[in-house]
Antibody, heavy 119, light 110 residues
Framework: EVQLVESGGGLVQPGGSLRLSCAASGFTVSSKYMNWVRQAPGKGLEWVSLINSGGSTYYADSVKGRFTISRDSSKNTLYLQMNSLRTEDTAVYYC?????????????WGQGTMVTVSS | QSALTQPPSASGSPGQSVTISCTGTSSDVGGYNYVSWYQQHPGKAPKLMIYEVTKRPSGVPDRFSGSKSGNTASLTVSGLQAEDEADYYCSSYAGSPTYVFGTGTKVTVL
């Protein structure tokens, strides 16, 4: 079964750091375009970052320079390193893949992990 | 990277149709045929309903259809059912590559 499972969320103070993980099963993370998408409480979805099958990375302006997306093929896991966190980064973070290679679409989603940035 | 504009709410009675618009610019919706639509029930992850403007993934009922004209894309849900009550988000490729989502529409089945 194709599945994504996020972990690593929690409460962190402003200015702090957190690393999110997204473990994949049923496919190889390094062969797919993988994304992070977030949703602030009661708000809409926001695309955060992408790593393509070639390893190139891309970021939304709101997180550029603070967040880093990466993957570990040996663990078949996607990561999001979040530094210099701000209160506005509070959200549920989803990992989402382009499993079927449909351009522009996020076809497989994890259940999400909550990140709360607060003092 | 401004969010695409969707109406906050839409509603219809069971069996009726509802259409949700998604307005962007020539840099996103109007520039690419990579518009997708997502359904999200409360407390759940989004689910892909439409990709590449008009295509439906396997398992999505054919009551769901997509279209695009210029900078505006649309999702139509025909034959509304109770389980269609949810939030719906559009998304578009915006070059570079980056992606932009819509503001979201809450669909209520009366």
């Amino acid at each position: 079964e194709v599945q994504l499972v996020e972990s690593g969320g929690g409460l962190v103070q402003p200015g702090g750091s957190l690393r999110l993980s997204c473990a994949a099963s049923g496919f190889t993370v390094s062969s797919k375009y993988m994304n992070w998408v977030r949703q602030a409480p009661g708000k809409g979805l926001e695309w955060v970052s992408l790593i393509n099958s070639g390893g190139s990375t891309y970021y939304a302006d709101s997180v550029k320079g603070r967040f880093t997306i990466s993957r570990d093929s040996s663990k078949n896991t996607l990561y999001l390193q979040m530094n210099s966190l701000r209160t506005e980064d509070t959200a549920v973070y989803y990992c989402a893949s382009r499993y079927f290679d449909w351009k522009g679409a996020f076809d497989i989603w994890g259940q999400g992990t909550m990140v709360t940035v607060s003092s | 990277q401004s969010a695409l504009t969707q109406p906050p709410s839409a509603s219809g009675s069971p069996g009726q149709s509802v259409t949700i618009s998604c307005t962007g610019t020539s840099s996103d919706v109007g520039g690419y045929n990579y518009v997708s639509w997502y359904q999200q029930h409360p407390g759940k992850a989004p689910k892909l309903m439409i990709y590449e403007v008009t295509k439906r993934p396997s398992g999505v009922p054919d009551r769901f259809s997509g279209s695009k004209s210029g900078n505006t894309a649309s999702l139509t849900v025909s034959g509304l059912q109770a389980e269609d009550e949810a939030d719906y988000y559009c998304s578009s490729y915006a070059g570079s590559p980056t992606y932009v989502f819509g503001t979201g529409t809450k669909v209520t089945v009366l």
